[in-house]
């Protein structure tokens, strides 16, 4: 039977939070994946081990079972509705899904009188679409893998959908928010059969970060 724990953490931005994370509780495997081209790291005295992942590819690494437990924005489970089990907010990594068009536009206007089908260019198709229907706007949803910002302004999309942590890149853009969709954090997701199978391993872990969490609070 394999004895380790197995951890799926995100490549990107939010990766060195959870090295920081990890380190407040004495687990300091994951830097080796900083060091290194590596893709998984082991700590051999506390059983666990960590793989380097694309950030949208954390929750099927869980729900799958390859990973015990992982960290993923909450952006991407709503994205993505996997069944997973999500015991912790670990308030790092915030940032909002932003619907924005171009300044001189008429977005405004067919938001308001949602008479008009919207052209949206996103990466998150579900959540936007969620989020026009809530709403009663006729949407039609183009899914984007990159440069979502251009979409308006060759007039593929009347506007967007897409994460915001500053704003910068909308304004060097000539786009303003216009709502936001959501507001997402990072999250800890935990596998169910994993939660029942190695309960003894998986809740004081869970445990221990959380009071590491209330006590940075």
């Known amino acids: 039977m394999n004895t380790y724990l197995t951890c799926a953490l995100p490549k990107g931005r939010i990766f060195f939070d959870c090295l920081e994370l990890f380190n407040r509780i004495g687990i300091n495997a994951p830097e080796q994946l900083n060091e290194s081209r590596r893709l998984i790291a082991e700590d051999e005295k506390k059983k666990l081990r960590f793989l380097l ?91 984007l893998y990159g440069s979502i910002e251009l979409a308006p302004l060759v007039e593929l999309a009347d506007c967007i959908v897409d994460l915001v942590s500053t704003g910068a890149t909308l304004r060097e853009n000539g786009m303003e928010e216009l709502d936001t969709v959501i507001e997402s954090t990072s999250r800890l997701v935990v596998n169910r059969a994993s939660l029942k199978t190695r309960q003894a391993r998986l809740v004081p872990l869970i445990e221990q970060l959380e009071k590491t969490l209330n006590h940075s609070q």
């Open 53 to 143: 992942v694309r950030a949208t590819d954390v929750p099927t690494y869980v729900e799958y079972g390859c990973a015990d437990f992982g960290i993923v924005g909450k952006d991407t489970l709503l994205e993505q509705k996997k069944d997973l089990l999500e015991p912790l907010d670990l308030k790092f990594g915030y940032c909002r899904l932003a619907l924005a068009a171009p300044k001189s536009s008429a977005t405004r206007k067919k938001l308001a009188e949602k008479t008009e089908t919207l052209r949206v260019a996103t990466k998150y198709p579900h959540i936007s679409e969620e989020y026009f229907a809530a709403k009663g706007i006729q949407a039609e949803i183009i899914k």
